[in-house]
């Protein structure tokens, strides 16, 4: 007969197991609807690709994350280095630091029973981006001073919340 010990630690594994369960990545459909070459870019997850007018990218973040996904311009790559006009990040085409400023910030923090994410300027602006929550309120951010985006570092009232395990959309030049 198994021991109450060896029966508690089989119970606390199967428990453990179903309670990480509930926690997963949220889908970030990142698109291009500017009328020119994109590069969008992410950390930590994500790392950068070309998008051409019309295209999208889809990128999964697992739960416990927060990060930022960001547009890049005039990108010029052999293999993967090279050099954007805006928003480089060392050179790369697959980004593991943030982009050089000035950048447009689609930003979150994927949590458990809640999510955030905001649109920030206080990297500056670059780029025109639309950022929604599929349960929670679309974000416009058209060009430098939207009243939609963080605007210098102690601006408090630009985050938004959506439900735990939501999907999100960055497009670009909306």
Known sequence: MASRAAISSVLFIVLAT?????ARAATFT???NCGYTIWPAGIPVGGG???DQGQTWTVDVPAGTSGRFWGRTGCSFNGGSGHCDSADCAGQLSCTVSGQT?????????????DFYDISLVDG????????????????CGGPGCPDAYLFPTDDTKTHACSGNSNYQVTFCA
């Open 125 to 140: 602006f670059n780029q025109p981006m639309d950022f929604s929550c599929s349960t929670g309120v679309n974000l416009h």
């Open 18 to 22: 179903f309670a990480a369960s509930g």
């Open 102 to 114: 000035p950048a447009t910030l689609a930003e979150y923090s994927i949590g458990g029973a809640q």
């Open 49 to 51: 690709v070309q998008l």
């Open 30 to 32: 990142i698109t291009n």
